[in-house]
């Protein structure tokens, strides 16, 4: 089985940053495709970002490239999601989960595809 917990959120400014972790504990990291979700209140989750196991490859969503990088350690056994130019329609609940098998080229940002989800953290951006 595997661990996953989020750290970092808060509440932050428009225009702010925040870096959002996942670390994972439980099995093997090194072989996982990870993603951040995230779900505000009365809305379906949405995708946010995935990276694969080898960090070479990164897909983001339109609503956020250009402003959050996705990224891992994982001799820390650590995804990050670094977020700047916030913006208040990115308050939501942010996941991080974890896919296995071979990194997709296209359905990375569909949740029922992922296995492991974290407790879920908040992110608040004041207008």
């Known amino acids: 089985q595997v661990q996953l917990v989020e750290s970092g959120g808060g509440l932050v400014q428009a225009g702010g940053s925040l870096r959002l972790s996942c670390a994972a504990s439980?099995?093997?990291?090194?072989?996982?495709?990870m993603g951040w979700f995230r779900q505000a209140p009365g809305k379906e989750r949405e995708f946010v970002a995935a990276i694969s196991w080898s960090g070479g490859r990164t897909d983001y969503a339109e609503t956020v490239k250009g402003r959050f990088t996705i990224s891992r350690d994982s001799g820390k056994n650590t995804v990050y999601l670094q977020m700047n130019s916030l913006k208040p329609e990115d308050t939501a609940a942010y996941y991080c989960a974890v896919r296995l098998g071979i990194y997709p080229s296209s359905d990375y940002d569909v949740p029922a595809r992922y296995v492991h989800w974290g407790q879920g953290i908040q992110v608040t951006v004041s207008s």
């Open positions: 439980g099995r093997t990291f090194s072989g996982y495709h």
